[in-house]
Nanobody, 127 residues
Framework: QLQLVESGGGLVQPGGSLRLSCAASGFGFGRYTIGWFRQAPGKEREEVSCISNGASVTKFKDSVWGRFTMYRDNAKSTVYLQMNHLKPEDTGIYYC????????????????????WGQGTQDNVSS
């Protein structure tokens, strides 16, 4: 079982940057695929990125590709989402989620495939 805690959200102007962290506690973090989701006001939760358990595979939603990067430090049981060139449409609550997966891969899919979720961190991009 994993417990996930996000941090790093805040208020930033368009064009600015934020780095979100997802710190995990529990056993076997290095065997979990991690996804970052966001939920904008009035919209459904969407997956914006994922990273494989071995960190060799990352995938990004088209709208954030080239602006967001995702990486992990398994020794620290932490995953990061670096968000650059932020836009107002990036505003939302960001959640990290974990899925136990024996293969070093990740793919976008429905939110319900992830087993463990953090509480979320709010990100506001506004001038």
């Amino acid at each position: 079982q994993l417990q996930l805690v996000e941090s790093g959200g805040g208020l930033v102007q368009p064009g600015g940057s934020l780095r979100l962290s997802c710190a995990a506690s529990g056993f076997g973090f290095g065997r979990y695929t991690i996804g970052w989701f966001r939920q904008a006001p009035g919209k459904e939760r969407e997956e914006v990125s994922c990273i494989s358990n071995g960190a060799s595979v990352t995938k990004f939603k088209d709208s954030v590709w080239g602006r967001f990067t995702m990486y992990r430090d398994n020794a620290k049981s932490t995953v990061y989402l670096q968000m650059n060139h932020l836009k107002p449409e990036d505003t939302g609550i960001y959640y990290c989620a974990a899925l136990y997966y024996e293969f070093n891969n990740c793919d976008f899919g429905p939110a319900y495939k992830y087993t463990y979720w953090g509480q979320g961190t709010q990100d506001n991009v506004s001038s």
